[in-house]
T-cell receptor, first 113, second 117 residues
Framework: DGGITQSPKYLFRKEGQNVTLSCEQNLNHDAMYWYRQDPGQGLRLIYYSQIVNDFQKGDIAEGYSVSREKKESFPLTVTSAQKNPTAFYLC????????????FGQGTRLTVV | AQKITQTQPGMFVQEKEAVTLDCTYDTSDPSYGLFWYKQPSSGEMIFLIYQGSYDQQNATEGRYSLNFQKARKSANLVISASQLGDSAMYFCAMREGGDFGNEKLTFGTGTRLTIIP
C-alpha cells in the first residue's frame, strides 16, 4: 500500500538530547514537509523540500535540522537548541502541482522531560 | 500577516444540521489552491476538499462543499446534515503557485467542531 510512514508514534527524550524523527513515503512525491502542532493549535511549517539534496526553512526552523538524501525520506532532527520541543510532529508529502492534496503520516508525539 | 485566517476557535452544532466553517486567505498570487482537512482526536489529517483559484464552480465532495468567494478571498467549508463523526478539528490550508520552490502548504489555526446529539 502506498503511503507515508512516521516513526516512532511516541518518543520520550531527556532535555538537552538531540532526537531524530523518521518520515518515509512510497508515493513517489517530490515535495515533503514537516509541521509542528501544539495542543489546540494549528500546524506550523518547520522545513520543506521539493527535490533531493535541497530544502527550505519554514516559519519555525530554529532548533531543527533536516536532510533529503533520498526522495523517499525526509528525517527531522530536533536539536538541543530547540527551546520547547514537546509537541506533535506531522510529516506530509505531495506532488509539485498546487492542485493536489498533501498526504500526511500518523504523526510523532515527542515529549521532552 | 496571516496567510490563512480561521476566526471560529470552536463551534457546537446540533446533529443533522448544516454547519459553515469560515476561512479567509491572503495572497497576491493569481494561481493558488485551497484545501480543507479534518483532524479527529487520533491526530491523523484527512483531506476533505480542494478548490483551485481558477475553478469556476464551487467544489463539492459528498456532504462537503466549499463556498468560494474569490473577490472576498474566502473559502468557507459547508458540511450538510452533520453527523456525530464530524466532531473534529478542521483546518483550512493554501498552496500558492509562484516560482518553483515556493509551493509550501500553509495552514490556519483550525476550528474545533462538536456535534451535539
Amino acid at each position: 500500500d502506498g503511503g507515508i510512514t512516521q516513526s516512532p508514534k511516541y518518543l520520550f527524550r531527556k532535555e538537552g538530547q538531540n532526537v531524530t524523527l523518521s518520515c518515509e513515503q512510497n508515493l513517489n512525491h517530490d515535495a515533503m514537509y514537516w509541521y509542528r502542532q501544539d495542543p489546540g493549535q494549528g500546524l506550523r511549517l518547520i522545513y520543506y523540500s521539493q527535490i533531493v539534496n535541497d530544502f527550505q526553512k519554514g516559519d519555525i526552523a530554529e532548533g531543527y535540522s533536516v536532510s533529503r538524501e533520498k526522495k523517499e525520506s525526509f528525517p527531522l532532527t530536533v536539536t538541543s537548541a530547540q527551546k520547547n520541543p514537546t509537541a506533535f510532529y506531522l510529516c506530509a508529502s505531495s506532488t509539485l502541482t498546487i492542485n493536489t492534496e498533501a498526504f500526511f503520516g500518523q504523526g510523532t508525539r515527542l515529549t521532552v522531560v | 500577516a496571516q496567510k490563512i485566517t480561521q476566526t471560529q476557535p470552536g463551534m457546537f452544532v446540533q446533529e443533522k444540521e448544516a454547519v459553515t466553517l469560515d476561512c479567509t486567505y491572503d495572497t497576491s498570487d493569481p494561481s493558488y489552491g485551497l484545501f480543507w482537512y479534518k483532524q479527529p482526536s487520533s491526530g491523523e489529517m484527512i483531506f476533505l476538499i480542494y478548490q483551485g483559484s481558477y475553478d469556476q464552480q464551487n467544489a463539492t465532495e459528498g456532504r462537503y462543499s466549499l463556498n468560494f468567494q474569490k473577490a472576498r478571498k474566502s473559502a468557507n467549508l459547508v458540511i450538510s446534515a452533520s453527523q456525530l463523526g464530524d466532531s473534529a478539528m478542521y483546518f483550512c490550508a493554501m498552496r500558492e503557485g509562484g516560482d518553483f520552490g515556493n509551493e509550501k502548504l500553509t495552514f490556519g489555526t483550525g476550528t474545533r467542531l462538536t456535534i451535539i446529539p
